[in-house]
């Protein structure tokens, strides 16, 4: 994280790129005696066709001014995805920075009345993963979206949390590159710095993660969670902007397994029996559900 810190983001992700492809993935012979994962810097500036020196200022920042054409043959020797070149061309010095003065993450209040009369899980969260707002599905679903979590800390540091993803490997490396994503070139803020600073020190998978310098939407699409109640739910997830913040709705094929678990999670949170549950320490034995 030095090179982020001095401001060598440019520098940071190259080297986190190249590192990440294999020679035999760039159609080099692997060859004998390599000191360092992926390519090599004289590597990557013979397959991007540029000097090897040039590379290296690059690299260690004492160059933050490459042409457009420079950067879209590194994106493409790096393999870069239309996300990940986006993000590349970002990182250059030349690009203007516009002064930011960006407004408090606020709640619209007709937000909260939707919210309100959603009978599937939603709720609202900030740039950061911060939960601004939820209804009572949402919480039934995980008592880690209450307001004022945080569903990346809580990803990365809950133990409840992981045993809720089918799949936490994938959803930690699929948050953290969002969050990357997010916060683009605005890196003084607050808010981020603070939350980085903390999993930096807190999770060594977010360390991990981080020094990769993947980049990706986190917009929709759908996972498996395990539920201490009602079990094995496949949801799909929307995010829909409002204003400045987004609202993240859960919902299952209509009229599958997934769907009546859901139904009868309803029927328990209405009751409060899904909160008691949720209470209950782990050793205690759970009512039977029909």
């Known amino acids: 994280m030095k090179d982020e810190e001095s401001g060598n983001r440019l520098g940071s992700y190259l080297r986190a790129r190249r590192e990440l492809v294999s020679p035999a993935q760039a159609g080099l012979p692997p060859g004998g005696n390599r000191r360092v994962p992926g ?25 933050k001014n490459p042409s457009p054409q420079v950067l879209e043959s590194l994106a493409r020797v790096l393999q870069l995805d239309d996300i990940e070149r986006t993000y590349l061309l970002g990182l250059t010095a030349a690009r203007p920075r516009a002064p930011r003065r960006r407004r408090p993450e606020h709640v619209p209040a007709r937000v909260h009345e939707l919210l309100a009369h959603l009978q599937i899980p939603a709720f609202v969260e900030g740039r950061a993963f911060d939960v601004l707002a939820s209804n009572p599905m949402a919480v039934a679903l995980s008592p880690r979206l209450r307001p004022g979590q945080n569903r990346l800390r809580s990803l990365l540091l809950d133990p409840e949390e992981r045993a809720f993803h089918q799949d936490w490997a994938k959803a930690t490396a699929d948050f953290v590159a969002a969050l990357r994503t997010t916060i683009g070139d605005d890196t003084d803020n607050p808010r981020f710095v ?3 600073g903390e ?17 990706r939407g986190l917009d ?24 400045d ?4 709705v859960y919902y299952p094929d209509k009229d599958s397994d ?27 034995p759970r009512p039977k559900t029909p």
């Open 194 to 196: 603070e939350l980085v």
């Open 199 to 215: 999993l930096a020190l807190s999770s060594q998978r977010f360390r991990t993660l981080w020094a990769r310098h993947d980049v």
């Open 245 to 248: 913040v987004l609202l993240v």
């Open 39 to 63: 390519l090599r810097r004289e590597e990557v500036a013979l397959l991007a066709g540029i000097s090897p020196d040039y590379y290296l200022r690059l690299e260690r920042g004492r160059d």
């Open 258 to 284: 997934s769907d009546e678990k859901l139904r009868l999670l309803a029927a328990l949170t209405l009751t409060g029996s899904a909160d008691a549950a949720h209470d209950r320490p782990a050793d205690e």
């Open 220 to 243: 929709g699409g759908t996972t498996t969670v395990h539920h201490p109640i009602v079990g094995e739910l496949r949801l799909h997830r929307d995010k829909l902007p409002v204003d």
